[in-house]
């Protein structure tokens, strides 16, 4: 299941009915495995022929209307790769099944491009940063990293600590982000193939 994402779908529904099987999930079974008996030979190949900076997250987003037939919900499929212009390398998947039903394909897409990019655009994108960070020389990147935006943080600690009570009052309610600020420096893209998505998420 984690090295054949093209059986993430099957055995996902598979998994659903291990408590209410029948002789169809028996067919179904069967049928995976010949399939996986028969698909032996498939392997994955990735490559990269670029420097990290040259590199970014590419999130592919997609979603099924109404494909399981039991309760008409929608199926979600999130691809992450690594990219550059000759690199691409497969990150994670998953396949997971929507919680509500969606009343058109567009709404199943929106359903789908939030939960990849909230599921796993955001937290890899971080971790891509960091790596970034790690791996190259500050040098390499113009404008502000993640020690200047700091000191900005704590600039702004010391100055609600201090000063005209009357001044304070606008901020009582600030509190200091519970992550480190981002320096900008990593990119993600969304690829979206639903028209009517892509302009809802531009407007």
């Known amino acids: ?3 054949r994402p093209d059986t993430l779908w099957t055995v996902n529904i598979l998994a659903r009915n291990v408590t209410k099987w029948n002789v169809s999930d028996d067919k179904r ?3 995976l495995i010949s399939y996986l008996h028969h698909t032996q030979d498939y392997t994955q190949a990735c490559y990269v022929g670029d420097a990290i900076n040259d590199c970014e997250i590419a999130v592919f987003s997609d979603a099924s209307f109404a494909g399981d037939l039991t309760d008409s919900k929608s199926t979600t499929g999130c691809y992450v790769v690594l990219i550059g212009p000759n690199t691409f390398v ?3 998947w998953f396949c997971k099944k929507q919680g509500a039903v969606s009343h058109s394909s567009s709404e199943a897409e929106v359903i789908a491009l939030d939960a990849s990019l909230r599921m796993l655009g955001i937290p890899i994108l971080m971790l891509w940063e960091l790596i970034m960070e790690t791996f190259s020389t500050a040098a390499e990147f113009s404008g ?3 020690s200047h935006k700091k000191s ?3 600039s702004k600690e010391n100055q609600l600590a201090g000063g005209d009570p009357c001044q304070r ?7 200091p982000p519970s992550l480190p600020p981002s320096s900008g420096i990593a990119r993600c893209t969304l690829f979206e193939d639903n028209d009517a998505v892509i302009k809802m998420t531009m407007k």
């Open 1 to 3: 299941r984690l090295a």
């Open 29 to 31: 079974l069967q049928r």
């Open 90 to 92: 497969p990150i994670t």
């Open 144 to 146: 502000g990293t993640s």
């Open 152 to 154: 900005k943080t704590v």
């Open 169 to 175: 009052i606008p901020s009582v309610d600030w509190i």
